[in-house]
């Protein structure tokens, strides 16, 4: 802890949902008060219990009783892409399904043809409006994940570009290399050609550029087998990236437990996980990623296993997901409101899963998502009278203030 002398920021008079008891509370600490110097929390507590400070020489701020969080984490998203859906959209309307959708050539694919057309500037500038929404409701952290491009050249310019969107916007980007997300249409029929690209030349590359700083697989039915994710976590592990998956979403092929074996940060969707996988994700100190957007965007009726992820002490993490064919949503607190509302999960668990679980997802538990002493000072300010009104209501953006490493961006 520094010494009060050193202290840029504190502020007083405001309350605290410090995120550090898990899901089971916010953590709260009522009348408190925080500290900031180069760029981290340096003190937090009860305002009654601050040491004695120099006035004149910190910035003292009054909270009026508003309440402070960590800045928010959004750690599953794909904003980076070419196009859009909206004629899906309809299709689905008028009763495809959305495997249907992708065995007739749309789908992810349609995306695919949309990206690769786009230069950087274009990609650039269709992303900025959707990280500014997340940025503008307390978002301080998002993750992107390439899985447009399909092609070494293409995957390459995603990454690069969710790069370039760090220069733009105050939030701190980590960029997820899916090369494994789809089938490109020019491998049809050659789902081992196209991972002998992704394992031998894309993430080569993507290591060498130092683009990524995780690999994700989509194994499912319409996106890759088992045995072929296996071998993606083969070539990440060899690179020692951490490994994420979408897994479990449309059915249960085993891929959080494979995941597990690999001590991957993390299974996303996970709507048809079973006992076995939870088991293996718990040993593993896996987290569980829910996307209520994709969930509710396709009418998923088959519920995330919550009680059993409860039961065996599994962190949740909630995040967007925000993407063009299945969440389409770019709106955290209404994630916050459909964990509730739809998983039922509590306000707690929900605010757990966009802050120090969210953090976890991404393996930046120790520096991010909660808010304690030497954590990085990304901080948001919401005028609210109690933190379950951040899951209540959308609509209405309640954010005060947002502070990212200690500077006041909004
Ligand atoms: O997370 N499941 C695979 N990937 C995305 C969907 C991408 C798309 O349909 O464009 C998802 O839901
Ligand atoms: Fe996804």
Redesign the pocket.
Known sequence: MTNSHSWQTLYINVNLATMTDGGNSYGEVNQGALAIAEGKIVWLGKEADLPSYDASKVKVIDGKSQWLSPGLIDC?T?LV?GGN?ANEFEMRLQGKS?QEI?NAGG??VS?VTATRKASEQELLASALPRLTALHQQGVTTVEIKS??GLDTVNEIKMLKVAGLLADELPVTIKRTFLGA?ALPTEYKDDADGYLDIVCNEMLPQVVNENLADAVDV?C?GI?FSLAQTKRVFEAAASYNLPIKV?AE?LSNLGASELAANYDALSS??IEFLDEAGIKAMKKSGMTAVL?PG?FYFLRETQLPPIDLLRQYQVPMAIAT?A?????PIHNIHLMLNMACTLFKLTPSEALAGITCYGAKALGLDMSKGQLAVGFDADIALWNIDQPAELCYQFGVNPLSALYQAGKQVI
């Open positions: 599953h794909h892409y859906r959305y992708a789908g992810i995306t899985g447009y997300h989509f499912e996106g979408h979403q996303d969707h996307l994709a997901d993407n063009p064919g299945t969440s």
